[in-house]
Nanobody, 127 residues
């Protein structure tokens, strides 16, 4: 079993930077594929980004590419989401998720492959 705890959410103005963190426990962190998803009110949960176990492969949703960066620190059992130049449309609850199997980006964006989820952290971007 994997436990995931997100932190770092809050209220920011458009253009300000924000960094989310997700600390994992319960399994060797370096064996986990880590991802971030988000869900805005009235919308379905959507993929944001994911990173493979070694940190050398990432993929991003088109909506955040070039603005958000995922990274991981296997020594700290933590994955990060650096949000630069956030926009009001980035307002959502952000969820950290873990998968046990590395997959190509086209497949690995599907939430059904992530078996472990955090409780979410709210990010609100004001204009």
């Amino acid at each position: 079993q994997v436990q995931l705890v997100e932190s770092g959410g809050g209220l920011v103005q458009a253009g300000e930077s924000l960094r989310l963190s997700c600390k994992a426990s319960g399994r060797t962190f370096s064996t986990l594929v880590m991802g971030w998803f988000r869900q805005a009110p009235g919308k379905e949960r959507e993929f944001v980004t994911r990173i493979l176990q070694s940190g050398d492969s990432t993929c991003y949703a088109d909506s955040v590419k070039g603005r958000f960066t995922i990274s991981r620190d296997n020594a700290r059992n933590t994955v990060y989401l650096q949000m630069n130049s956030p926009k009001p449309e980035d307002t959502a609850t952000y969820y950290c998720a873990a998968d046990l199997t590395p997959r190509p980006c086209a497949v690995g964006q599907q939430s059904r492959y992530f078996g472990f989820w955090g409780q979410g952290t709210q990010v609100t971007v004001s204009s």
